[in-house]
């Protein structure tokens, strides 16, 4: 699996994470691995009962889409998942050949497939605690060159052309340091193109701008 992100050594914050789908035991072994090796408290919760009990607030909800169509995920995010006081959403176990028809679900954070290898499961949580998206490159890069081809923007925004260049990398998943020798500029030049980018799409944090480059990355208004 092709993704974003780089593997982080630092801990990350102690964090909650929902697994939502069957009490089966492939999720329970799922819930006990990201609670050793991350240190965050996990619950399984069956997809009917997930809004029966309070969510944490913050949580990841780690949704296990085997079996279930684009379709039926698509309406049980929207339903149950998109208006909860989740940190994201991210799939477990989904299709490589359809996840194109998934990512666009709102607030979907990661994606992990069937073949997904532990190590790079844990990494992913931890690379989205830490405000990165976990995608397929070839995904967004699908998603970047098709949106780019759309005649009018869903929301007109100047950007400048280092702004543009940040926000093209940070939808490639670079870090700040990766910015900064890719545009060959300082990380405190990158910090500042990144919060002049963020005031002006409004986005609070990197997974904001990054869900709002892919609606409207490439049919923004671009300055020189």
């Not at 399984?44 to 079996?67: N, S, Y």
């Not at 998942?81 to 799939?91: D, E, K, S």
Request: with cysteine; net charge positive.
């Amino acid at each position: 699996m092709a993704v974003m992100g780089e593997k982080l050594a630092a801990a990350v914050p102690r964090l909650s994470v929902v697994v939502v789908g069957r009490n089966s035991l492939q999720n329970r072994l799922v819930a006990g691995l990201i609670g050793e090796r991350l240190g965050c408290s996990v619950e399984v919760r069956e997809l009917q009962a997930f809004g029966a009990a309070r969510t944490p607030v913050g949580a990841l909800a780690l949704l296990d889409v085997d079996g279930m169509s684009p379709e039926d995920i698509d309406r049980y995010v929207r339903k149950h998942l998109a208006g909860t006081a989740c940190r994201g959403i991210a799939f477990l176990n989904a299709d490589e050949a359809r996840v194109a028809e998934i990512v666009n679900c709102p607030g979907v954070l990661g994606v992990f497939f069937r073949d997904t290898s532990k190590e790079n499961l844990v990494s992913g949580i931890r690379a989205i605690f830490a405000g990165e998206y976990w995608l397929p490159r070839d995904v967004l890069a699908k998603h970047f060159a098709r949106t780019r081809r759309r005649a009018l923007p869903e929301q007109a925004v100047e950007l400048t052309r280092k702004e543009s260049e940040t926000l093209e990398l940070l939808l490639g998943g670079h870090s700040n340091g990766a910015i900064a020798r890719r545009l060959g500029v300082s990380p405190h030049t990158v910090k500042t193109h990144l919060y002049n980018l963020f005031r002006k799409i409004g986005a609070r944090n990197r997974v904001q701008a990054v869900n709002w480059a892919m609606r409207n990355v490439g049919s923004s208004e671009r300055a020189g």
